[in-house]
C-alpha cells in the first residue's frame, strides 16, 4: 500500500523567512501534486510534477520532485501571512489507467506577523 | 469554464438515517473520486467513479456507496448513519491519462459538511 509522508505537521514560521515543507512516498510513482485548503474550504491545486528533476514555482512557492528518492519539497520564500493555508502533497498510483491519488497528512502552515 | 459543484452544502443528519450526496464535474470529465475528511483521519479516499464505473475504492465499509450517471454526475450515499461519520465530503473531478493528459490533476468541489447527531 502506497504511503505518503509529509512533515512537519504544523508549521509557524514569521513573515519574511525561508521554510521547506517535505513529501516522502513509498512508490516508483514520477506524478505528484501540490494542494492547499484554507480553513473551511475546498482544496486547490497548486504544482503537477511529471518528471525526475521538475521545479514548478508560483510567487513565493516552489516544488521540486526527486523520484529517485521519492521525496517532493515545497519550499517557501520570504513568507507572507497571505500563505497561511494547509498543504498537502499527493502521489499517483502508476496503474495506468486506473490511477489513484494517495494524499498526505497534511501540513498547517502559520505565518506570524 | 465551471468548477465542480456539490450540493447540499450543509447537511445535518441523525445517527441511523441516510444521506445521498451528489457531485457534478468539470464539463468534459469522466472521472469523479469521492473523499472523507476529518480532522483525525485526514483526507481518505472513498472511490471513483468513470464512465459510470466504480474504478477504485477505499478501506471504507458498505455502507458507502455511490454511482455515476451518464452525464458524469456522481451521487454518493450513506446508509446508517454513525456519529463517527460526521465529516467534509469532497468530490473531485479529472481528466484521465489518455483522455488528452498524461496526469491525474484533480479539482475539488467545495465538499458536503455532513453533521450526525
Known amino acids: 500500500e502506497l504511503k505518503v509522508e509529509q512533515n512537519p505537521l504544523f508549521l509557524s514560521m514569521q513573515e519574511g523567512k525561508n521554510y521547506t515543507i517535505y513529501c516522502n512516498y513509498s512508490t516508483t510513482s514520477d506524478r505528484l501534486y501540490w494542494y492547499r485548503q484554507d480553513p473551511g474550504k475546498s482544496l486547490e491545486s497548486l504544482f503537477v510534477l511529471l518528471s525526475n528533476g521538475a521545479v514548478k514555482q508560483e510567487g513565493r512557492l516552489m516544488a521540486s520532485l526527486d523520484t529517485k528518492a521519492r521525496l517532493s519539497t515545497l519550499h517557501i520564500t520570504a513568507a507572507v501571512h497571505d500563505l497561511s493555508a494547509t498543504y498537502f502533497c499527493a502521489v499517483d498510483d502508476t496503474n495506468f489507467g486506473n490511477e489513484k491519488l494517495t494524499f498526505g497528512t497534511g501540513t498547517r502552515l502559520t505565518i506570524i506577523p | 469554464k465551471a468548477g465542480v459543484t456539490q450540493t447540499p452544502r450543509y447537511l445535518i443528519k441523525t445517527r441511523g438515517q441516510q444521506v445521498t450526496l451528489s457531485c457534478s464535474p468539470i464539463?468534459?470529465?469522466?472521472?469523479v473520486s469521492w473523499y472523507q475528511q476529518t480532522p483525525g483521519q485526514g483526507l481518505q479516499f472513498l472511490f471513483e467513479y468513470f464512465s459510470e464505473t466504480q474504478r477504485n475504492k477505499g478501506n471504507f465499509p458498505g455502507r458507502f456507496s455511490g454511482r455515476q450517471f451518464s452525464n458524469s454526475r456522481s451521487e454518493m450515499n450513506v446508509s446508517t448513519l454513525e456519529l463517527g461519520d460526521s465529516a467534509l465530503y469532497l468530490c473531485?473531478?479529472?481528466?484521465?491519462?489518455?483522455?488528452?493528459?498524461?496526469?491525474?490533476?484533480?479539482?475539488f468541489g467545495p465538499g458536503t459538511r455532513l453533521t450526525v447527531l
Open positions: 464539463s468534459g470529465h469522466r472521472s
Open positions: 473531485a473531478s479529472s481528466l484521465k491519462p489518455g483522455q488528452g493528459v498524461s496526469y491525474n490533476e484533480q479539482f
